[in-house]
């Protein structure tokens, strides 16, 4: 069973800090990743996707991707609290097959 | 440009009929897929296609559940009969390749009483 796993929370963060969210992957042979955000109610949003070891940066977001460690990251910088939603990770599974798994999400809370 | 557009945004039923959920893809996009979110499970993926024909239904609950792509520019997702557990939220996105993002629909919201 191929997993992708992120902590439930809430998060809590203060506005302007900095929030790390954590994802997990089982499949080593996973391709691409993909960081949503869903607000409640509403449809998940692409945020950010990444392929390769390292960081991308995209103004205030930054993925991480560690495929040696199974992990990927998304930061949020100078947190508002337009950015509290539930953040969903979706790892592209080893080529051959064009299925996304999604962890069940992450919600942040960014406090006024 | 249109996103993925489906339909009807809520659907509320009695347990037994028939449900039908459309969903139009991004035009020019070959990739169609359907998932259902609830709260205890998450989002999961029932079915994709590729350039309108079934790859991978291995998600689908079982056989009341059966989903169609007649052309490019729409997909239908059947429930017969309809149960109560079927309850939930139910998402169509689409994408142009296997290594593009998934863009997803406003999804509908289904409940079975």
């Known amino acids: 069973q191929k997993e992708v796993e992120q902590n439930s929370g809430p998060l809590s963060v203060p506005e302007g800090a900095i929030a790390s969210l954590n994802c997990t992957y089982s499949?080593?042979?996973?391709?691409?990743f993909f960081w949503y955000r869903q607000y409640s109610g509403k449809s998940p949003e692409l945020i950010m996707f990444i392929y390769s070891n390292g960081d991308k940066e995209d103004g205030r977001f930054t993925a991480q991707l560690n495929k040696a460690s199974q992990y990927v990251s998304l930061l949020i910088r100078d947190s508002q609290p337009s950015d509290s939603a539930t953040y969903l990770c979706a790892v592209r599974l080893a080529p051959g097959t064009y299925k996304y798994i999604f962890g069940t999400g992450t919600r942040l809370k960014v406090l006024a | 440009d249109a996103g993925v557009i489906q339909s009807p945004r809520h659907e509320v039923t009695e347990m037994g009929q028939e449900v039908t959920l459309r969903c139009k893809p991004i035009?020019?996009?070959?990739?169609l897929f359907w998932y259902r979110q609830t709260m205890m499970r998450g989002l999961e993926l029932l079915i994709y296609f590729n350039n309108n024909v079934p790859i991978d239904d291995s998600g689908m609950p079982e056989d009341r559940f059966s989903a169609k792509m007649p052309n490019a520019s729409f997909s239908t997702l059947k429930i017969q009969p309809s149960e109560p557990r079927d309850s939930a939220v139910y998402f169509c996105?689409?994408?142009?390749?296997?290594?593009?993002?998934?863009?997803f629909g406003d999804g509908t919201r289904l409940s079975i009483l």
């Open positions: 035009s020019g996009h070959d990739y």
């Open positions: 499949d080593r042979g996973s391709q691409s």
């Open positions: 996105a689409s994408s142009h390749n296997s290594n593009q993002p998934q863009h």
